[in-house]
């Protein structure tokens, strides 16, 4: 009796896990559990500019076609028209670099970015970069302003024309102009090149008043920098603004000892226009 007994038992069992099983049962009342679902896939490549800064005949000339979104490595290829004379486009980085070499002009050309993803995703964009034959004069004033886009811009410090007591300063004005909010870096970097140059930076509107959109994380301390923010550079300096939309501010620079020189070279280096 004893031996039916567990045997039953064991029948008994079997068949209860048999019909766990066929009820798809594990503890869930028998539902089937969907699995996460994957998650989004990251945003397309773009590009993040529109305008290029132009040139100089025999000067060298550096621009990044900026972008974000996409996956993995990007390729950069010149889909019409072309580069003026002197500049390449590196295909891995979407830098415009080289010396013009004229003839002067502007040079209409599309770009497209395309990324690594499966399938990948692209995106294109027309451009122009104009050479000058010379430089654009002295742009010692608002209204002589150099236009500047991203970059770095190799330049000299304007000469008052002053004798050296005068209160008249060596400057030079440089023009931002945005098609979207933006946070913008500016740097001037004399050091590198050997130069003498204690540069004075400022951000200021058309009527040359200075702003106070300047100094992360708040951004409402004045636009103004004597030194970069480290304890071993005492002539450079540096600034982050954030810009408005669709707005044109001033990059003012000064040499806070005002003799010039032909020696007095610095390196303009603007980033975040949008």
Known sequence: MRRNTIEMRAITGALAASLLVACGGSGNGGRDIDP???PPP??????????????VIDVPYNQTLRV???TGARTFSLDSGALPDGLALNAATGVISGTPDGPAGTADFSVTVVDSASPPTDDSQTFSITINATTLGRNDTIAGATPVGN??????????GDPSNSFDPDEDYYA????EDSTVTVDIDAVVNGSPLDSVIEIVNAGGTRLATCVAP??????????????N??????????IAADATVYVHVVDWGSIARPDMLYDLII???Q
């Open 176 to 179: 931002i102009t945005t098609t």
């Open 218 to 231: 708040a951004f409402t301390s004045p636009c103004v920098s004597d030194d970069e923010d480290t304890a």
């Open 151 to 160: 970059g770095t811009f190799a330049a000299s410090i304007s000469p008052s």
């Open 36 to 38: 996460p679902p994957p």
């Open 233 to 242: 550079d005492l002539f450079d300096s540096f600034l982050e603004v954030r």
């Open 42 to 55: 990251p945003p397309a490549v773009s590009f993040l500019i529109s305008t290029l800064a132009g040139g």
């Open 68 to 70: 974000s979104g996409g």
């Open 271 to 273: 980033d975040g226009i």
